[in-house]
């Protein structure tokens, strides 16, 4: 099993930045491919980003992509989601996430385990 750890959120302007990062302990972050996901209040969880196992292949939500970058440091046990020009709307809570899957996926349903969440919040 591995256990998850979000940090880096808090209130921003629109057009700023934060980087999330997802500490991993346990097993190896390197075994899995990891996701971040969204949910903001009233809403479904939601799809933001994910990596595959060795970091060569990454995939984005549409609304995102050109602004955040995900990233992994297996090395460090640790994925990193930098967000630039952010947006009123990418407020919410995020989540990391680990899948057993190579390669990541878009559907929550895919990873098993999760952190807790960290709070981002853009102000217009």
């Known amino acids: 099993q591995v256990q998850l750890v979000e940090s880096g959120g808090g209130l921003v302007q629109a057009g700023g930045s934060l980087r999330l990062s997802c500490a991993a302990s346990?097993?190896?972050?390197?075994?899995?491919?990891m996701g971040w996901f969204r949910q903001a209040p009233g809403k479904e969880r939601e799809f933001v980003a994910a990596?595959?196992?060795?970091?060569?292949?990454?995939y984005y939500t549409d609304s995102v992509k050109g602004r955040f970058t995900i990233s992994r440091d297996n090395a460090k046990n640790t994925v990193y989601l930098q967000m630039n020009s952010l947006k009123p709307e990418d407020t919410a809570v995020y989540y990391c996430?680990?899948?057993?899957?190579?390669?990541?996926?878009?559907?929550?349903?895919?990873?098993?385990?999760w952190g807790q969440g960290t709070q981002v919040s853009v102000s217009s």
């Open positions: 346990g097993r190896t972050v390197s075994t899995y491919s």
């Open positions: 990596i595959s196992r060795s970091g060569i292949s990454t």
């Open positions: 996430a680990a899948s057993a899957s190579y390669s990541g996926s878009f559907n929550r349903n895919a990873y098993g385990y």
